[in-house]
């Protein structure tokens, strides 16, 4: 006799940052928040006291002191993190006419091309939260930023270009 199985099912998420008209989605927006609040809370709040025990509330005067994990490790810029960011950050920034066809002398214009490249650096940093040099977030965050800001410009630009063209044909 044949085993039945449940049918099992999944749930999919979008977490692409932008709509199809080039807008921040509203989830994306409120995300962001979120985690911007959240580490705002963790570094405005003190650690917290150690645990009273049963025995005593002083130290044992043979015990070493154990500084947190966080300030044990001192995190160093990767060099490595740096050329896949920049690796990243070119490829879109190709994307977004940023450089010229040698064969055609036009601007290459892939909008959903570099949409892909900036949520795959968004889905870095998410990844990557809290486990980067200060250095290596900073830039992560400065590139996402630029890279945005351009992706707006342009796809506004590409739609001012189509209601043009839209408008010129009869």
Request: proline share 9%; net charge negative.
């Amino acid at each position: 006799m044949a085993e039945h199985k449940p049918e099992e099912s999944f749930k999919v998420i979008d977490r692409r940052l932008f709509t199809a008209e080039g807008e921040l989605r509203k989830e994306a927006v409120e995300e962001e928040r979120r985690v911007e609040e959240a580490a705002a809370k963790k570094a405005a709040s003190p650690p917290a006291p150690p645990a009273a025990g049963p025995k005593s509330a002083a130290p044992a005067p043979d015990a070493p002191d154990v500084a947190p994990p966080e300030a044990a490790e001192v995190l160093t810029p990767s060099r490595g993190f740096q050329m896949l960011v920049d690796f990243l950050a070119r490829n879109a920034a190709v994307l977004l006419g940023g450089y010229v066809d040698p064969s055609t002398g036009q601007a290459i214009l892939d909008l959903e091309g570099a949409r892909e490249m900036i949520d795959m650096l968004d889905a870095l940093r998410e990844k990557t939260l809290g486990n980067l040099a200060p250095d290596d977030d900073r830039l992560l965050i400065e590139v996402l930023g630029s890279l945005k800001l351009s992706f707006l410009e342009m796809s506004k630009a590409a739609a001012q270009a189509m209601q043009e063209k839209a408008k010129t044909k009869p």
